[in-house]
């Protein structure tokens, strides 16, 4: 496709439960980009990917949270064992290798919407 | 570490006013300053951004912003505003030097146009 993808649009899920969310990034870009976005909150970095590393992680709010890429493309956020407060809007985003990366603008997808109950 | 301050988190405004967004960043280096605009029910996406050069920068609808190094602040300005610029704006800060990843967003200011 011709943007950032994220997938599911939302996702219902009992505390306890564990989810993977999904991001395909637009093709060709190699570094990407997860962030949480809660009510009130703005815009939480959560981790960056250079290719299929991790240069910074720093993010991530506790050890429950991982994520991986493959191949240089698709990322899966992964929570395990849900807490209310995971409750947000999850962001995902991508930029070209193009130029710099320090300026490249990023592309962000709709997000997914994450309600644990 | 950087960190972002838009102290408006909604600015109400009617159609043709001006609007004034304000944004102040914290930085112990020099910085990337961006503003980014997220539309009812679409993804964020750029509007404008300071790299180096000159210190006011344009987006193509009619939004400028001005680096103020010696007040650490980037506002956003538009002298006259449309129904269609309601949406939420997000002011972002890179360091220079530091992790190439970590753009360090601010809270969100919701701009709402009335007619």
């Known amino acids: 496709g011709a943007g950032v993808s994220q997938s599911p649009s939302n996702k219902v899920t009992e505390k306890g439960k564990d989810v993977e969310l999904r991001c395909d990034p637009i093709?060709?870009?190699?570094?990407l980009y997860w962030y949480r976005q809660s009510l009130g909150q703005g815009l939480e970095f959560l981790i960056y990917?250079?290719?299929?590393?991790?240069?910074?992680k720093s993010g991530l709010p506790s050890d429950r949270f991982s994520a991986e890429r493959t191949g240089g493309s698709v990322s899966t956020l992964t929570i395990q064992r849900t807490q209310q407060e995971d409750s947000a809007v999850y962001l995902c985003?991508?930029?070209?290798?193009?130029?710099?990366?320090?300026?490249?603008?990023?592309?962000f997808g709709n997000g997914t919407r994450l309600t644990v109950t | 570490a950087q960190s972002v301050t838009q102290l408006d988190s909604q600015v109400p405004v009617f159609e043709e006013a001006p609007v004034e967004l304000r944004c102040n960043y914290s930085s112990s280096v020099s910085v990337y300053l961006f503003w980014y605009v997220q539309y009812p029910n679409q993804g964020l996406q750029l509007l404008l951004k300071y790299l180096s050069g000159s210190t006011l920068v344009e987006s193509i609808n009619g939004f400028e912003a001005e680096f103020n190094k010696s007040q650490t602040s980037f506002h956003l300005r538009k002298p006259s505003v449309h129904i269609s610029d309601t949406a939420e704006y997000f002011c972002?800060?890179?360091?220079?030097?530091?992790?190439?990843?970590?753009?360090?967003f601010g809270k969100g200011t919701k701009l709402s146009v009335k007619p």
């Open positions: 990917f250079q290719g299929n590393s991790a240069p910074d």
């Open positions: 972002a800060v890179r360091g220079m030097g530091g992790s190439q990843g970590n753009l360090i």
């Open positions: 093709s060709g870009h190699t570094a």
């Open positions: 985003a991508s930029s070209s290798p193009r130029g710099s990366l320090i300026n490249s603008p990023l592309h």
